[in-house]
């Protein structure tokens, strides 16, 4: 029979052991990353160089995306209008049915006397 030490310590070796994975990965992640910084550094300059260009990119993005927001703006709305007019289409349906059944109602009592 296991006593509740054995089962203890059989416990905490496997989460000892689940915390080590746990801290290698965290050091292999920090070494990726500072292996990737330094490979890809860039000189700091550089990036002056090149700043009348991506002001001119960035002027070019801001209005292509204006005219995405107004085009999805202008498609919501027509989406809207869409299910407005399904819904008034659906009212109108059900409002049809209901009185062909109150129709169908009056007849069979007609019958009926």
Not at 58 to 69: A, D, R
Not at 81 to 90: F, G, H, I
């Amino acid at each position: 029979m296991v006593s509740v030490y054995e089962r203890r310590n059989e416990v905490m070796a496997k989460i000892n052991k689940y915390w080590g994975f746990v801290a290698v990965g965290a050091v292999a992640a920090a070494a990726a990353g500072a292996i990737a910084a330094l490979a890809f550094r860039k000189d700091p300059l550089d990036d002056f160089d090149d700043f009348d260009e991506d002001f001119e990119d960035e002027t070019e993005e801001e209005t292509s995306k204006s005219e995405e927001k107004k085009e999805t703006s202008e498609a919501f709305e027509a989406w809207d209008e869409a299910e407005e007019a399904v819904e008034e289409t659906a009212e109108t349906a059900d409002a049809e049915h209901a009185v062909e059944e109150a129709i169908k109602e009056e007849k069979e009592e007609q019958e009926e006397e």
